[in-house]
């Protein structure tokens, strides 16, 4: 993750050495893989919890705290 630039970054080195970026609208506090590796989940200050498809870089889920 890249807090300054609101983004997570995620790099394959065995296929290619630039990274897929997954744009926040906050401050990126942490990413955690699927076992399968094909999603990442990220948590941001924004308090929504985002569950992505790291081929396609889309949002599978969108998690918000009740009542916001």
Same mark, same amino acid.
């Given at each position: 993750t890249n807090i300054s630039e609101r983004t997570a970054?995620?790099?394959d080195w065995e296929i290619d050495k630039n990274p897929n970026i997954l744009e926040?609208?906050?401050r990126v506090n942490s990413a955690l893989f699927s076992p399968d590796g094909k999603r990442v989940l990220t948590t941001c200050?924004?308090?929504i919890v985002r569950v992505w498809d790291v081929k $396609?870089? $889309?949002?599978?889920v969108a998690l918000r705290p009740e009542g916001e």
């Open positions: 970054k995620i790099w926040h609208f906050d200050d924004d308090k $396609t870089r $889309t949002v599978l």
